[in-house]
Nanobody, 121 residues
Framework: QVQLVESGGGLVQAGGSLRLSCAAS????????MAWYRQAPGEQRELVAR???????NYADFVKGRFTISRDSGKNTVYLQMNSLKPEDTAVYYC???????????????WGQGTQVTVAS
């Protein structure tokens, strides 16, 4: 059974930094693209950043220059370094991954449980 477990959320002052981690565990044959999404209260979930297996990265315009996504394939982990945080970055941050569990044809998309990030003004 595959699990994505996020960590690193918390409360930070505006202008501060946080680093989120998401580790995939369980039966893993291969991991493709990994991404971070966020969802603020009353809002839809939105893509923050995505990293392919290449790795090629893509960022939402609202985090360009402030957030950096990276991955450690040996640890099946994706990171999100968040700098210059703003109150509007407050949200639950979710990890997402395309992952093959038991073999090359066993691809599915997985979500973590989310980690709260709160930025105080």
């Amino acid at each position: 059974q595959v699990q994505l477990v996020e960590s690193g959320g918390g409360l930070v002052q505006a202008g501060g930094s946080l680093r989120l981690s998401c580790a995939a565990s369980g039966s893993i044959f291969s991991i493709g693209a990994m991404a971070w999404y966020r969802q603020a209260p009353g809002e839809q979930r939105e893509l923050v950043a995505r990293i392919s297996k290449g790795p090629k990265t893509n960022y939402a315009d609202f985090v360009k220059g402030r957030f950096t996504i990276s991955r450690d394939s040996g640890k099946n982990t994706v990171y999100l370094q968040m700098n210059s945080l703003k109150p509007e970055d407050t949200a639950v941050y979710y990890c997402n991954a395309d992952l093959a569990g038991r073999g090359i044809f066993d691809w599915s998309n997985y979500w973590g449980q989310g980690t709260q990030v709160t930025v105080a003004s």
